[in-house]
């Protein structure tokens, strides 16, 4: 049974920062790219930063680009978002996912296995 689990989540102010981490169990993780994704309240899950199966090539989305920073740890079948310098507009259920041998996608539907999220508020 896959299973990817979340952590990390909570309450910080502007400017503060969080580390997000994925466990992954019963896919063998190095072959996926895995990917962070968020969706606030009332709109749509939007793509936040993925890393490549091969290579660890990263890609992010320009919201959050020089602020957060995706990273994998394979021993540990784990993916980390580390985000700084945190603003109101991050708020938002962040989800993490699996996507077999693919260097890297934004489109969520490309994503086979997914979390259950775990929630960031930014607020003062």
């Known amino acids: 049974q896959v299973q990817l689990l979340e952590s990390g989540g909570g309450l910080v102010q502007p400017g503060g920062s969080l580390r997000l981490s994925c466990v992954a169990s019963g896919i063998v993780s190095t072959t996926y790219a895995m990917g962070w994704f968020r969706q606030a309240p009332g709109k749509e899950r939007n793509f936040v930063a993925v890393i490549s199966w091969i290579a660890g090539d990263t890609t992010y989305d320009e919201s959050v680009e020089g602020r957060f920073t995706i990273s994998r740890d394979d021993s540990k079948s784990t993916v980390y978002l580390e985000m700084n310098n945190l603003k109101s507009e991050d708020t938002a259920t962040y989800y993490c ?26 607020s003062s």
Not at 99 to 108: I, T
Not at 115 to 120: A, L, N, Y
């Open 97 to 122: 996912a699996a996507d077999k041998f693919s260097r890297g996608s934004r489109d969520a539907s490309s994503y086979e296995y997914w979390g259950q999220g775990t929630q960031v508020t930014v």
